[in-house]
């Protein structure tokens, strides 16, 4: 590497790091503002914070790469101009295209590294993350009991202190129990108490002193309604233990988030499209086969056939999921005989340990012969000899049955087939039939009755098949993103590095500022295409790439601008243009005649 090639890289990639934990850490301030109600006041470890800090910096760092590459290479070509470092560096022969090739090369080397950390780092942090906000979620906030105020963090009581001398000590003690839910009939007054927690803080002891419960039964309803009952205790000191489950925070399982396309990869996306494709393959086929079910006289003669796309992905489908059943079969029979061996062998076992002992083996054996020969033989016996009398009296009467009954010839006489037209009077009588008891009214009923339930059934698929096609085209979006946020990189140092050598000025005014303007552009277009492509509108590819197409233009003529040294903040370069336009569109006075 030469000396220059040094000189630029290294004057790039202090401010670099720089602007990257800046923008971090204010991409990091604005997610935990999102979420500053669900994670604060709960009483939870430093530990716990630092882990989701950790998880929220890895997770935003791809939106922060982009930004810090358009500053930087802003800030440096930009102190490279003022120090008219950039001019003897174009006075020695080197071009400007030149003096990028370092930064560039650090850029796409920077790119593809983010792109594997989309792929790979960033989905398995966001699973931890989801993981953590759920149970951050699901922890009650911590035990403050203030005074004069109802506190009912704890899960079935409404505790009020008017009084706390410190954290344990309180005086005029108000408790509500509300564990039968039946409303305000248990209430418990105590003049002092003590708040103490044991077990690990898993348990709240409360120790009541000089107080009455009061204790009221439920009134049921009726017309005739007895008097409910009511019970007052006094105490001198009443002991109460509060289970403190719901202020520990405990770790879910990661798997309930498998199906997220955040967490996925490129592989796993794709098999989430290739699964969502199939369902609505099913829907829409399911749809042509209840339409040909409720139409059976118009389907009699014809076939529904699906589209043949469709059939063949339902071909394709199924014959997948016969290959899967008989995977999950030749499995099961695997096990099954492998299960059967062990049985065999155990049997064989038990045999030879019996076959120790012949003597008593054949004693055992004869003494099982003679109690089951004693116990069954006279039994089966009756049985058999009842069920040959009954067969022997049926086949007598079948006999006799047949003999009685003479037999005659049977003789068809072939059904003669009408061609004469039907008469007046026939046609009347089938008129009659036909509008008198109602028929074409009910088969008008019914009619209508199955092109409502079949559009009502396609509503209802349409509307599903809506949801999953919208879902398709998120994980599409999620597929293109690892890709898209990649070269974001790239199009920011194609602004930057032009722009710096364009301005010549560095430090933190005017290089912020048009940084903070384009990447204020690029995340609007972001927004913009991906809702698009969210809602259908235009293709998610060309969505989710809409904002790179943007500006890349822009970083395309600041190259070509800045290769030229001109002088686009200065108001001569604008003079120069307007004077080029009104020569070029000049009108020319006709001369008079």
Not at 10 to 24: A, E, N, Q, R, W
Not at 112 to 132: D, E, R
Not at 214 to 235: H, L, Q
Request: net charge positive.
């Amino acid at each position: 590497m030469k000396k220059l090639d040094k000189l630029i890289l290294g004057s790039f990639i202090g401010p670099f790091l720089l602007t990257f934990l800046v923008v971090d850490f204010i991409l990091l301030t604005v997610n935990m503002l999102k979420y500053f109600d669900e994670i604060f006041g709960k009483g939870l470890g430093f530990l716990i914070y630092m882990e989701l800090i950790s998880y929220f910096l890895i997770s935003i760092s791809p939106m922060a790469l982009p930004l810090a590459v358009l500053l930087s290479s802003l800030m440096t070509f930009g102190n490279l101009g003022e120090h008219f470092e950039l001019t003897a560096i174009k006075s020695s022969g080197i071009s400007l295209v030149r003096a990028l090739r370092p930064i560039g090369v650090f850029v796409v080397v920077l790119a593809f590294a983010a792109y594997l950390s989309n792929n790979h780092l960033v989905p398995k942090v966001n699973l931890k993350t989801f993981s953590l906000l759920y149970d951050i979620r699901m922890k009650s906030p911590a035990l403050d009991i203030k005074e004069g105020v109802f506190y009912d963090g704890i899960p079935g009581y409404s505790i009020k202190v008017n009084r706390k001398l410190d954290d344990v000590r309180l005086r005029d003690i108000i408790i509500y129990n509300h564990n039968q839910g039946q409303g305000n009939l248990s209430v418990t007054l105590a003049d002092s108490g003590r708040m103490e927690p044991f077990f690990n803080d898993n348990y709240m002891r409360l120790t009541l002193y000089n107080g009455t419960n009061y204790k009221e039964d439920r009134a049921t309803r009726g017309i005739s309604e007895k008097p409910v009952g009511f019970n007052r205790a006094t105490f001198q000191e009443n002991v109460i233990i509060f289970n403190l489950d719901a202020f520990q925070m405990s770790r879910t399982p990661e798997d309930l988030w498998s199906t997220n396309r955040a967490i996925k990869d490129i592989s796993g996306i794709k098999k989430g499209l290739d699964s969502i494709n199939t369902l609505v393959n099913d829907k829409v086929y399911q749809n042509y086969q209840s339409a040909e079910a409720t139409f059976p006289f118009f389907t009699r003669d014809r076939k529904l056939e699906p589209l043949p796309h469709i059939k063949e992905r339902r071909a394709l489908d199924d014959s997948l999921r016969q290959i899967k059943m008989k995977k999950e079969r030749a499995v099961a029979d695997s096990l099954g005989r492998i299960k059967d061996k062990q049985d065999s062998l155990r049997r064989a076992e038990i045999m030879d340990s019996r076959s120790d002992n012949p003597v008593e083996n054949g004693r055992q054996l004869k003494g099982r012969m003679t109690n089951s020969s004693s116990k069954s033989l006279p039994n089966d016996s009756l049985f058999l000899q009842k069920r040959l009398i009954n067969r022997e009296s049926i086949e007598e009467k079948e006999e006799s049955d047949t003999s009685s009954i003479p037999i005659k010839a049977a003789v068809i006489e072939p059904k003669k087939e009408r061609v004469a037209p039907l008469t007046e009077e026939e046609k009347s009588k089938i008129d009659s039939l036909v509008y008198g008891k109602g028929y074409i009214t009910n088969a008008m009923t019914m009619a209508m009755n199955n092109s409502r339930n079949l559009k009502n059934s396609f509503n209802i698929k349409k509307a599903q098949i809506d949801t999953d096609e919208r879902e398709f085209r998120r994980y599409e979006i999620a597929w293109y993103q690892k890709y898209t946020q990649a070269f974001a990189c790239f199009v920011m140092f194609l602004i930057g590095a032009p722009l710096g050598a364009i301005i010549k000025k560095g430090g933190l005014g005017m290089p912020v500022l048009l940084s903070i303007i384009f990447f204020i552009l690029y995340y609007m277009l972001t927004i913009s295409g991906e809702k698009w492509a969210k809602e259908g509108i235009v293709d998610p590819l060309f969505g989710t790439w809409f904002s790179n197409l943007c500006l890349l233009p822009f970083g395309l003529f600041f190259l070509k601008q800045a290769r030229k040294d001109a002088r686009l903040f200065e108001p001569d370069f604008y003079q120069n243009i307007w004077k080029k336009l009104k020569e070029r569109f000049k009108v020319i006075r006709p001369k008079s005649v």
